[in-house]
Nanobody, 117 residues
Framework: QVQLVESGGGLVQPGGSLRLSCAAS????????MGWYRQFPGKQREFVAL?????????ADSVKGRFTISVSRDNAKSTVYLQMNSLKPEDTAVYYC?????????WGQGTQVIVSS
């Protein structure tokens, strides 16, 4: 059974930092890429960052230079991180991790990030 468990969201002041984590377990097919998306109230989910299995990264223009995606792997699970620095109020959203395998696409449950003074 595939599980994606997210953590690390919360309330932070503008200019602050947060690190999101998403632990993916139970995946038996090859992971092609792992990434993060976010959703603003009343809007569609939008791309934030991704990391492919060849270690290629891609970022939305709005987060380039502020956010960094990384992955760690062990025998039991793969964990994707999103280090978010210099946060702005417009980064406030629900953040979802995304795992694409050769068989299926999986989503985390979402974690709320609020940037406010």
């Amino acid at each position: 059974q595939v599980q994606l468990v997210e953590s690390g969201g919360g309330l932070v002041q503008p200019g602050g930092s947060l690190r999101l984590s998403c632990a993916a377990s139970g995946i038996t097919f090859t992971i092609v890429r792992m990434g993060w998306y976010r959703q603003f109230p009343g809007k569609q989910r939008e791309f934030v960052a991704l990391l492919t299995n060849s270690l290629t990264t891609n970022y939305a223009d709005s987060v380039k230079g502020r956010f960094t995606i990384s992955v760690s792997r062990d025998n039991a699970k793969s964990t994707v991180y999103l280090q978010m620095n210099s946060l702005k109020p417009e980064d406030t959203a629900v953040y979802y991790c995304n795992v694409v395998t050769t068989s299926a696409t999986y989503w985390g449950q979402g974690t709320q990030v609020i940037v406010s003074s």
